[in-house]
């Protein structure tokens, strides 16, 4: 969840509809013609970027209540990074998020080359058929093909391993 996981969910709303929007706007100016006014552009990166930011914010929203405190903790990231359970960590906590965490990694196993992928074919046609500018997109699809293709299986081992250690960990409070 990174370092806005801490942040009020309206401020995570907020940045994200800038952010967005600040992109989007800079790239009206590479895919509209040149004639099309400032003014439009504005708006309609105005709209998009709030869209945006409401939309992705609420999803986050979701994503935190499913994957419970535990993920807030600095910690976490860093084990699932490095497959390493924490000698503190609370059993019931740590099972809810690495679950969590195992079910979204399942799922971007096979969808995230399929999106990235049909990404990339498109930017690579655009690029052929038009602007040149669009192979700076396919090249940012193709990073993300690769550090998808990556991350997901050590993430999946690392979860399933910290899974283990907790089923460990929760047999040797019981004896």
Do not use: C
Not at 42 to 50: I, L, M, Y
Not at 51 to 62: K, P, T
Not at 74 to 81: L, S
Not at 143 to 172: F, H, S, Y
């Amino acid at each position: 969840m990174g370092l806005m996981s801490r942040w009020p969910l309206w401020a995570v709303m907020v940045v994200l509809a800038v952010a967005f929007g600040g992109f989007w706007y800079l790239a009206t100016y590479v895919t509209l013609p040149a004639d099309v006014p400032v003014s439009i552009r504005v708006v309609s990166s105005t709209v998009t970027g709030a869209m945006f930011g409401v939309l992705f914010g609420l999803y986050l929203g979701w994503q935190r209540r499913d994957i419970g405190p535990a993920a807030q903790n600095r910690a976490f990231g860093r084990a699932v990074r490095r497959g390493e359970l924490p000698a503190d960590a609370d059993l019931d906590q740590w099972r809810q998020a690495l679950t969590h965490y195992q079910q979204l990694y399942r799922r971007q196993r096979w969808l995230g080359p399929v999106v990235f992928t049909l990404a990339l074919v498109l930017e690579v046609t655009l690029a052929v058929t038009g602007r040149p500018f669009f192979w700076i997109a396919a090249a940012l699809f193709l990073v993300m093909l690769v550090v998808t293709l990556v991350q997901t299986p050590k993430a999946l081992r690392n979860t399933a391993a910290m899974l283990v250690e907790l089923d460990q960990r929760e047999g040797e409070t019981t004896l």
